[in-house]
């Protein structure tokens, strides 16, 4: 499968942004599909995962009851809704989509830069 991320950006601290990422090549509704993400001099870290029927999401304790992911199997794309966002956010996210939830990854997408200022 395909993955295509987009809607990185600038952002001042305390506002959000919404990632999408579209999903190409095989049937979306297969995988389960989740986010990560790589600061700038870190290692690259899980952000969050989605089952493949959305009804199971799990988060990370840095994003947990800020951030929601959300899909649209109809519309073959996944969503990170980032709220409340601190300088700490700066990264490079990942979209992901797993064959096996609770394994890694099977695919990557690009990455789309986000950048929160203080």
């Known amino acids: 499968v395909q993955l295509q991320a987009s809607g990185g950006g600038s952002v001042q601290a305390g506002g959000s942004l919404r990632l999408s990422c579209a999903a190409s090549?095989?049937?979306?509704?297969?995988?389960?599909m989740g986010w990560y993400r790589q600061a700038p001099g870190k290692e690259r870290e899980w952000v969050t995962t989605m089952s493949w029927s959305g009804s199971h999401t799990y988060y990370a304790d840095s994003v947990k009851g800020r951030f929601t992911i959300s899909r649209g199997n109809a519309e073959n794309t996944v969503y990170l809704q980032m709220n409340s966002l601190k300088p700490e956010d700066t990264a490079v996210y990942y979209c992901?989509?797993?064959?096996?939830?609770?394994?890694?990854?099977?695919?990557w997408g690009q990455g789309t830069l986000v950048t929160v200022s203080s």
């Open positions: 992901v989509a797993y064959e096996r939830i609770g394994q890694m990854p099977d695919f």
């Open positions: 090549g095989r049937t979306f509704s297969d995988f389960a």
